[in-house]
């Protein structure tokens, strides 16, 4: 079974940039990959989404033109660049893995492995 650990999470200001890493402990397949977070007292949300041959990228609208998700297959690892962070980007940051074919999915639980989670904090 695949496992997924994340990290670059932390404190920062608001107008800041973090990049958050996802490495894979194994190869993952031919599979589209995911960061979702959770805010406090919020539902776990869709971020965005990747396939494998980075063809296909999807973004919630409120990180559209902010945050830039990538991935290295070769490293099984996958990246979101999260710049201009606000205050309402505080929340767990999770990576996660859609198994199955395209089109990336905004559902929760459409992902199969999750990782622990990183935290990101943005002060105002």
């Known amino acids: 079974q695949v496992q997924l650990v994340e990290s670059g999470g932390g404190l920062v200001q608001t107008g800041s940039s973090l990049r958050l890493s996802c490495a894979a402990s194994a190869a993952s397949g031919r599979t589209i990959m995911g960061w979702l977070r959770q805010a406090p007292g919020k539902e776990r949300e869709f971020v965005a989404g990747i396939s494998w041959g980075s063809t296909r990228i999807l973004y919630a609208d409120s990180v559209k033109g902010r945050f830039t998700i990538s991935r290295d297959n070769a490293k099984d690892t996958v990246y979101l660049q999260m710049d201009s962070l606000k205050p309402e980007d505080t929340a767990i940051y999770y990576c996660?893995?859609?198994?199955?074919?395209?089109?990336?999915?905004?559902?929760?639980?459409?992902?199969?492995?999750w990782g622990q989670g990183t935290q990101v904090t943005v002060s105002s």
């Open positions: 996660a893995i859609q198994q199955g074919q395209l089109p990336i999915s905004t559902v929760t639980s459409r992902y199969d492995y």
